[in-house]
């Protein structure tokens, strides 16, 4: 069985109580980095959701997270 271990400090972890349950979110820090290497090395953009992004049968539809974060860098970055 693969897997790895994790170690988290106090602020690391943020916890949240939805609908009278208890979750948790796990904050990693990836330091200070462009958009470009964010999306490149990571496939993410800041202040990018993929809200709404679902194919017919219910999973995720990877193709429209593709565009949808390739049309948000260039919405950022190409000249007008």
């Known amino acids: ?8 400090g106090r602020k690391c972890l943020v916890k949240d109580v939805d609908d009278g349950r208890e979750r948790a979110q796990v904050c990693i820090s990836y330091g200070v980095r462009k958009d470009s290497e964010l999306l490149l090395n990571y496939g993410f ?6 809200d709404g992004i679902k194919s017919d049968d219910g999973d995720v539809d990877r193709s429209q997270i593709r565009q949808r974060l390739a049309e948000a860098f260039l919405e950022r970055y190409s000249s007008d």
């Open 1 to 8: 069985v693969d897997g790895f271990v994790l170690s988290l």
């Open 45 to 50: 953009l800041r202040g990018v959701t993929m």
